[in-house]
């Protein structure tokens, strides 16, 4: 009888989440900091995080936990930046806000899915309601 095999997330899947938002913050806190800027602007801390998170998996597994990594560093990168920025400038206009932020933005998109326009294939072009 052949073996089946499963795919689980595993430890070191979540490792790679969480590797994302570390080093998104970390990429975010340099941004705003003088002797670290250069950090948030060069892409070693994401070959950091990809050669944290990649290596000893198959192939699918290691595309998947780098995608899963990147995006999860952007989003924790350009939150935290927003953050950071609020932090360092308090009370500026600029400062977060959750319904006006970048992050804010995208949970409005995100929320609103499907948008208005996709309504799916309509009656006059399947034929249907006559």
Do not use: Q
């Amino acid at each position: 009888m052949p073996e089946t095999t499963t795919r689980r997330i595993t430890v070191t899947d979540g490792a790679a989440l969480l590797g994302g938002l570390v080093s998104g913050a970390i990429g975010a806190y340099a941004y705003y900091s003088p002797s670290l800027r250069p950090l948030a602007h060069a892409f070693t801390l994401w070959i950091a995080l990809l050669a944290a998170v990649v290596p000893g998996a198959r192939d699918a597994r290691a595309i998947a936990r780098a995608v899963v990594a990147l995006a999860t560093a952007v989003v924790a990168f350009y939150c935290g930046k927003d953050v950071m920025y609020g932090i360092k400038y308090p009370g500026m206009p600029y400062s977060v806000n959750a319904g006006s932020s970048r992050c804010g933005a995208c949970w409005r998109r995100w929320r609103a899915w499907p948008p208005a326009w996709f309504s799916g294939p309509s009656a006059a072009t399947t034929g249907a309601a006559r």
